[in-house]
């Protein structure tokens, strides 16, 4: 849906009060963080961390839910809440063809289409109503919904609902071995996608995979059709107690089976599009609750994989979603997944990585992190991107990685719920978490963010500086009260570092990133008083913010302006609240 610009601030309000179809489960999901595991690259049933594993042989490698269950441990000590695993229906079970090398298929996504691979990742199903038994039975599967439950951690389930899978070309396909769309009529006659790619009806209707490995597409848009998902995805959901789903592919679904099928699943719904343009994407809101932000992702990804990146796109990308998107906040945030490569393939500078995983942790909407990438994992493209995870023996100190989102999952939860796991629905605007984040200073090099109100804002620092920043390079920022909405003589503590600073008699905070390029997260001293986990001796090291400021090269971001929408909103919600903004 298009909104005219000078209106699209009272949309997010507005669906931020009323809520969606599915309002109970938006809100609840808006607190979360996301740990996605390909389940057989994750941990096995044995425990094994040697057990070998090629990505690049496109083989089944072990991992299982038992495996998943026996390292709930490790995913919590991360600071997640929610687990995404890869679909569970049984599979497509011929290896396709030799590996040929990768070739992107769809126009806008790199599954994998052209190189010959067992389906271990799960995307070719042939049986809804049967569980790949490589992962385990549905009893593990029941049993991992139980453990994590019984952490109060969510389960977020994968499921493909656009097509399904037959190793040969189309003209070979057995119908009838489908379960349960097992006769053609459910099925889209056959024209592959790659022949006509930038047709709108062809993106919908026409089959996506080669001749070794046909997708037929499912015919969507009948009522037949969404009426056998939309039994089946209850009973899913019901039978495992699922919590949300993400939803493969919906670029290349008819958008009119979105909104039955979403009630039907009756769970939060995270939508998949592999795609830099909004418009379209957004316009599957509401019948989706949310979908996977590519549009940023693209953005954070060229900012921070290369030292030459511009990170005044990420507010201009921000920009644009909030625009087009009615309803943020339920968008996932991520910074590779199973499709594109891994953070780690573009640089080995830890810096770059530590600065990408804290705007993917701290940014507005649901963190979601790729299992690995704490790991600062390496593959590129698929299916090297698929690494098996035991081999990096689930080590918390490998990197600095594991303990940096350790402490970001900790300061958004902290943020977010007044040091209590909420899972209450912000319905005002007036809370962590609604509260859009406003840049308070951007340049090409060094961007900041703050999210909250006064008194419980967090104030992030990220640069693509890398660990060696440039000696020409600005380094040193001074961010103004006006933004922040630090008082003048505050102390703020840099959570990362535990350690304290004073800002000025005006208010100013002086940020210095010369000797790490590392990101920083300021809040108010003060306000750490709820918490024993985060920074617990902040009352005892207090350093004096560096006097005479060098004033930075980049000119920070004119509030009076107006400029930046989100201004608005805030000052909208704070009609209704009485709060006072600084
Ligand atoms: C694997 O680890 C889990 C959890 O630590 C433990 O309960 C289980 O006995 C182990 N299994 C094997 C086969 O070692
Ligand atoms: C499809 O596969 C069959 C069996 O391998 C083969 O005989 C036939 O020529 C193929 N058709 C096309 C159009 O490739
Ligand atoms: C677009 O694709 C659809 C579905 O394959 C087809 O029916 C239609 O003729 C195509 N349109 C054009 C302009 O080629
Ligand atoms: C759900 O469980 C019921 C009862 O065991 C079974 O008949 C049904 O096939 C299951 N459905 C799915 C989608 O797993
Ligand atoms: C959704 O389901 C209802 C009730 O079965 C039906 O009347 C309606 O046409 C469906 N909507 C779409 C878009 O298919
Ligand atoms: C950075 O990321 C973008 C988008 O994913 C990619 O196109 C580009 O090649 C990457 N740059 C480098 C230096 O790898
Ligand atoms: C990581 O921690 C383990 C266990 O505490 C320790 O044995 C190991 O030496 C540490 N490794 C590094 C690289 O610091
Ligand atoms: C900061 O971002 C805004 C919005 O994209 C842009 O207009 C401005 O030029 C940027 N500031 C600097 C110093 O680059
Ligand atoms: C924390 O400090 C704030 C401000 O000084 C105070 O209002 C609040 O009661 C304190 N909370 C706790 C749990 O001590
Ligand atoms: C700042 O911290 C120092 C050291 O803990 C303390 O002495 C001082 O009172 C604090 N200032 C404010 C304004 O809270």
Redesign the pocket.
Known sequence: MQTPPTMWWWNVLVVAAIGTVQAASRDQWLGRSVYQVVTDRFARSDNSTTASCDAGLGDYCGGSFKGIINKLDYIQELGFDAVWISPVQSQESTRTADLTGIVISTGNEDRELTIGMIAYHGYWPNDLYSINSHFGTSDDLQALSKALHARDMYLMLDIVVGDMAWAGNASTVDYSTFNPFNDRKYFHDYKPLSEDPTNDTCVLDCWMGDNTISLPDLRNEDREVQQMLGTWVSQLVSNYSIDGLRIDSVLNIDPVFFSNFSKSAGVFTMGEGATRDASGYCSLQPSLSGLLNYPLYYIISEAFNTTDGDLNRIIQSIDYVRKNCEDVLPLGTFTSNQDVPRFGSYTSDISLARNILTINMLADGIPILYYGEEQHLSGAFNPVNREALWLTKYSMNSTSLPLLVQSLNRIRSYASSD?KKSTIAPKSGTDYLSYLSLPIYNSTNILAMRKGFA?NQVVSVVSNLGAKPATKATTKITLGSDGTGFSSSQNVTELLSCKTFVTDSSGNLNVDLSSDGGPRVYYPT?????STSICPDHTQTSTTSSANPKTSTGAGISLSALAWEMKILILTAALTTSYVFI
């Open positions: 040091g008194g003060e306000s750490l008083n709820r």
